[in-house]
C-alpha cells in the first residue's frame, strides 16, 4: 500500500495540482509531494508519518476491526464502501447462504399448505 500512496493521495485529492489553492488543499499538496520524494518503495512508516496516520499503509477490515493483508472493497453508488477482510467476507457468505435456505423452506412449506 505504501508503494501507492501518493498516487492514491492525487486521486483522493484532486485538486491539489490547481494553481489556486485554499490554505487546507496547499496541505494536502505538501503532502503529496512529500510522498512522491519518498520514491518508489517508500518505507510505510515514512508514510504513515507524513500523512498522520497509518490508514493509507495497513488494511484494516471495516467489519473486524483487525489488520490484514487483504480487503474487497465494497461500494454502492459512488460511497466509498466498506473494505472487508477475507475472514469476514467468508462469513457474510455463509449467513447469506443460511438466510436463502431459510427462505427457500419457508417458501416451499407455504407452497404445501395451498
Same mark, same amino acid.
Given at each position: 500500500?505504501?508503494?501507492? #500512496? %501518493? %498516487?492514491? =493521495?492525487? !486521486? ?10 485554499? /490554505? ?9 509531494y512529500?510522498? +512522491? ?6 518505507d ?11 490508514? =493509507?499503509? $495497513?488494511? $484494516? ?5 483487525? /489488520?490484514?493483508?487483504? $480487503? !474487497?472493497?465494497? #461500494?454502492?453508488?459512488? %460511497?466509498?464502501?466498506?473494505r472487508?477482510? +477475507?475472514?469476514? *467476507?467468508?462469513? #457474510? ?5 443460511? *438466510? *436463502? ?8 412449506? #407455504?407452497?404445501?399448505?395451498?
Amino acid at each position: 500500500m505504501a508503494k501507492r #500512496a %501518493a %498516487a492514491a =493521495w492525487r !486521486v483522493q485529492y484532486p485538486y491539489i495540482l490547481m494553481k489556486n489553492c485554499t /490554505e487546507e488543499q496547499e496541505d494536502k499538496r505538501e503532502i503529496y509531494y512529500q510522498l +512522491v520524494d519518498l520514491g518508489k518503495n517508500p518505507d510505510p512508516e515514512e508514510v504513515s508519518d507524513i500523512i498522520g496516520n497509518r490508514s =493509507w499503509t $495497513v488494511c $484494516v477490515c471495516d467489519e473486524c476491526g483487525q /489488520e490484514t493483508k487483504v $480487503v !474487497v472493497s465494497i #461500494a454502492a453508488g459512488g %460511497a466509498a464502501g466498506s473494505r472487508i477482510c +477475507v475472514e469476514c *467476507l467468508q462469513r #457474510a457468505i455463509r449467513t447469506a447462504k443460511e *438466510l *436463502l435456505k431459510k427462505e427457500q423452506r419457508g417458501n416451499e412449506a #407455504a407452497g404445501s399448505h395451498k
